[in-house]
C-alpha cells in the first residue's frame, strides 16, 4: 500500500516536471535566442532544483516504509489501541534485535508513540481503523519504555499511557 502510493506519487511528479520543462521550451522557442541574463537566470533554477531534490532524498534515507517494514523471523508485538487504554500482547522486549509492532486500533485513531525513561521521543506510528500499521525498531539500552497516545482521541487520550521492559535476551 505504501509502496504503491510510494510509485504513485513519483509518477505523478514526472509528469508535472515533464509538463513544465515542455512548456519551458515551448516559450523558448518563441523569441531570439536568450539573453545572457535569461540564461544565467535558468541555470540559477535548474542548480537549485537539483539542490532542493539531493537535499529531499539525502534527508528521507534511508525510506522510512522499508525501515519500519520488519521482517520475518523478528520478535512481533501486537498492540491494540482503543479508548482509552493500550492492550500489549507481550511486555518483555529483547534489547538489540530489531522488534516489530504491529499496531491496531480498537475504534478510533490513536498515536502509538514510544519514550524512552528519559521522556525522549523514540518513534510513533499511527493505529489506524482498519489497517494493521507496523514500526520496527532495535532497543539499545535494557529499561522501562513509555507509550503515550499522539493523537487527540477523546476526553482520556492524556490518560492512554502504559509500560513494557526491554530485557537483556528476552
Ligand atoms: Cu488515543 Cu489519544
Request: positive net charge.
Given at each position: ?78 498492540v491494540t489501541g482503543g ?88
Open positions: 500500500m505504501q509502496a504503491a502510493a510510494l510509485v504513485v506519487s513519483l509518477v505523478c511528479m514526472a509528469v508535472v516536471a515533464l509538463a513544465f520543462i515542455l512548456a519551458a521550451r515551448a516559450a523558448g522557442g518563441a523569441g531570439q535566442a536568450a539573453s545572457h541574463t535569461e540564461r544565467r537566470r535558468m541555470q540559477l533554477i535548474v542548480g537549485l532544483a537539483v539542490i532542493g531534490v539531493a537535499v529531499s532524498l539525502a534527508s528521507m534515507w534511508p525510506w522510512p516504509h522499508a525501515a519500519q517494514a520488519g521482517s520475518a523471523g523478528q520478535p512481533t508485538i501486537n479508548q482509552w487504554y493500550w492492550r500489549i500482547d507481550n511486555v518483555s522486549v529483547p534489547r538489540g534485535v530489531p522488534v516489530t509492532f504491529n499496531v491496531r486500533t480498537a475504534d478510533v485513531t490513536h498515536g502509538f508513540g514510544v519514550a524512552d525513561a528519559d521522556g525522549r521521543l523514540l518513534f510513533q506510528v499511527q493505529a489506524m481503523p482498519g489497517y494493521v500499521n507496523r514500526v520496527a525498531w532495535t532497543f539499545d539500552k535494557p529499561g522501562t519504555y513509555r507509550v503515550v497516545c499522539l493523537e487527540y482521541c477523546g476526553v482520556a487520550h492524556h490518560a492512554m499511557l502504559t509500560q513494557f521492559t526491554v530485557e537483556e535476551g528476552a
